[in-house]
Each structure stands twice: as structure tokens, then as C-alpha cells.
């Protein structure tokens, strides 16, 4: 009763164009993603373990919805191998970005290509721009689909996981000296608003040409799953938070399991 409910609300309001549905699910990810890094000027200084078993939530709603919302209903759409090779690419083209755009992480330093002009600020937001792309095409392509049933549980899992990002986006920017607590929310926030564009690029590349709404979700899903095993993970197991960490997982992938179960 309630999925129903959530769901002819949500058309209600933003109507049946799979675009505009696209448009307000990458707000409301934003806007979450928002809530966590200016939760930062209230809760200063968020320790770092529950960061780590925050992060490992995401880290279990994302690996959950890219199976659940993106691989399972690609390959029920167009089979698999349209899917498998949409993972593969999406893997493919964050591994190239990672690895040719100059960014600066937490703990590895600068990465990617040279970048003596850039500040390090900017450093910093391509590398959570670059963390943040596949969450805003996965909500795209989602209610690009037509299916609002199953793309909504995405844009909720998502979301949610996106508060804790968002926190740990601020703190990290505190950490790297990045000015006062006011202008790392801001960070934050920043780093985050790429997920809106990439929600409507998604939304419209898989409603103009259906056929390659199958490669789509894959792509979503293999870019996703990269940013788990490649930013995630080894980020929560660094400092000796990996037991929280892996419990944080879990409950995200139950959490996911659960919406999806019941939206479905």
C-alpha cells in the first residue's frame, strides 16, 4: 500500500515524462547529499569510525542497487550480454577517468594527470565529482526506464547513502585543510551537483534510443560497483574500522534489499 502510494505521489507531482522524473530524482539525491555535508556545521568533528561504517553502508546500498534497479531489470529488458558489456565499459571509463583526470584524494594523494595550475580544492572535487557521476546516471537511466516502481527505490537507496557521503566529503575537506567548517559543507555541496545533469543526461539518452537502455543500466551498475571495490572499500579498511565497516555493508545491502522487496 505504501510503495503504491509513494509512487502515484511522486507522479503527481512531477508527472509521467521520464526527463523531468530524471530532473527531480537527481534533486532529491542532491539534496541529501547536501543534508550530509552541511550536517558538518552542526556535528564538527564525526569520528571516524562511524564514518568508516557510514561509508560502508553506501558502499552496501550501491552494491545492492546495482544488481537489484540496474542489472537484474537490464538483462529481464534486452539479456545479458548487453548488460555484461555495459558493466565492463562503465568499469572501463571510470577506471580512465581515475586514472588521466587530475584529482586529489584523502589518502593517496594527487592522482591522474599533472596539475601544478589547479588548487587543491578543485583537486579535491574532481575526485568526489568522479566518486559521484554513477549515482546521478544510475537515477537517469532508473526513471529513463519507465519503470517509476523500481526507479524510485533506486533514487531512495541512493539518497540515503548519499547523507553519509556527504558528511564524510565535508570532514574530509576539514581534514585537508580546506578552510572553515562553513566553507567544507560548501565543498560538499559542490562536489555533489554533478549528480542533477548526469540524472537528466541518463533519464534522456535511454528515452530518445531504447535500444541502448540495457548497455545503459549495465554501464550505471559496472561504474558503480568500481567506485565501491576502488574508493570505498579501501577508504573504511584503513584504519583499522574494517569489522564496523563490513557491518555498515551489510545493513546497506539489507536496507536496499528491503525497499526493493518492497516496491517490487
Given at each position: 500500500?505504501?510503495p503504491?502510494?509513494?509512487e502515484?505521489?511522486f507522479?503527481a507531482?512531477?508527472?509521467?515524462?521520464?526527463i523531468?522524473?530524471?530532473?527531480?530524482?537527481?534533486v532529491v539525491?542532491?539534496?541529501?547529499?547536501s543534508?550530509?555535508?552541511?550536517?558538518?556545521?552542526?556535528?564538527?568533528?564525526?569520528?571516524?569510525?562511524?564514518?568508516?561504517?557510514?561509508l560502508?553502508?553506501?558502499?552496501?546500498?550501491m552494491?545492492?542497487?546495482?544488481?537489484?534497479?540496474?542489472i537484474?531489470p537490464?538483462i529481464?529488458?534486452?539479456?545479458v550480454l548487453?548488460?555484461?558489456?555495459?558493466?565492463?565499459?562503465?568499469?572501463?571509463?571510470?577506471?580512465?577517468?581515475?586514472?588521466?583526470?587530475?584529482?586529489?584524494?584523502v589518502?593517496?594523494g594527487e592522482?591522474?594527470?599533472k596539475s601544478?595550475?589547479?588548487?587543491?580544492?578543485?583537486?579535491?572535487?574532481?575526485a568526489i565529482?568522479?566518486?559521484?557521476?554513477?549515482?546521478?546516471?544510475?537515477?537517469?537511466?532508473g526513471?529513463?526506464?519507465?519503470?517509476?516502481?523500481?526507479?524510485i527505490?533506486?533514487?531512495?537507496a541512493?539518497?540515503l547513502q548519499?547523507?553519509?557521503?556527504?558528511?564524510?566529503?565535508a570532514?574530509?575537506?576539514?581534514?585537508?585543510?580546506?578552510?572553515?567548517?562553513?566553507?567544507?559543507?560548501?565543498?560538499?555541496?559542490?562536489?555533489?551537483?554533478v549528480?542533477?545533469?548526469?540524472?537528466?543526461?541518463?533519464?534522456?539518452?535511454v528515452?530518445?534510443?531504447q535500444?541502448?537502455?540495457?548497455y545503459?543500466?549495465?554501464f550505471a551498475a559496472?561504474?558503480m560497483?568500481y567506485?565501491?571495490?576502488?574508493?570505498?572499500v579501501p577508504e573504511?579498511?584503513?584504519?583499522?574500522?574494517?569489522?564496523?565497516a563490513?557491518f555498515?555493508?551489510?545493513?546497506g545491502?539489507?536496507?536496499?534489499?528491503?525497499l526493493?522487496?518492497?516496491?517490487?
Open positions: 500500500m505504501i503504491e502510494l509513494i502515484s505521489w507522479v507531482i512531477v508527472g509521467s515524462n521520464p523531468m522524473q530524471g530532473f527531480m530524482g537527481g539525491i542532491t539534496l541529501l547529499n543534508l550530509g555535508a552541511l550536517a558538518v556545521l552542526v556535528w564538527r568533528k564525526p569520528s571516524e569510525r562511524f564514518l568508516d561504517a557510514a560502508g553502508f553506501a558502499a552496501g546500498a552494491l545492492a542497487a546495482s544488481f537489484t534497479s540496474l537484474l537490464g529481464e529488458y534486452g539479456g548487453p548488460v555484461l558489456t555495459g558493466v565492463l565499459l562503465g568499469a572501463l571509463v571510470l577506471d580512465y577517468a581515475d586514472h588521466h583526470l587530475p584529482h586529489l584524494h589518502v593517496q592522482e591522474g594527470g601544478a595550475r589547479i588548487k587543491a580544492v578543485w583537486l579535491f572535487i574532481i565529482t568522479i566518486h559521484n557521476m554513477p549515482e546521478g546516471l544510475a537515477v537517469g537511466v526513471f529513463g526506464s519507465g519503470d517509476v516502481r523500481n526507479a527505490p533506486l533514487m531512495i541512493i539518497g548519499n547523507i553519509p557521503e556527504g558528511l564524510a566529503v570532514a574530509s575537506a576539514l581534514s585537508l585543510g580546506m578552510g572553515t567548517y562553513f566553507y567544507a559543507s560548501i565543498v560538499g555541496v559542490r562536489a555533489g551537483l549528480e542533477i545533469p548526469l540524472a537528466i543526461f541518463g533519464a534522456w539518452a528515452t530518445i534510443a535500444p541502448i537502455l540495457p545503459a543500466m549495465g559496472g561504474a560497483l567506485v565501491i571495490s576502488d574508493e570505498i573504511t579498511h584503513r584504519k583499522g574500522h574494517e569489522r564496523l563490513t555498515g555493508t551489510i545493513l545491502l539489507v536496507v536496499m534489499l528491503f526493493d522487496v518492497t516496491f517490487g
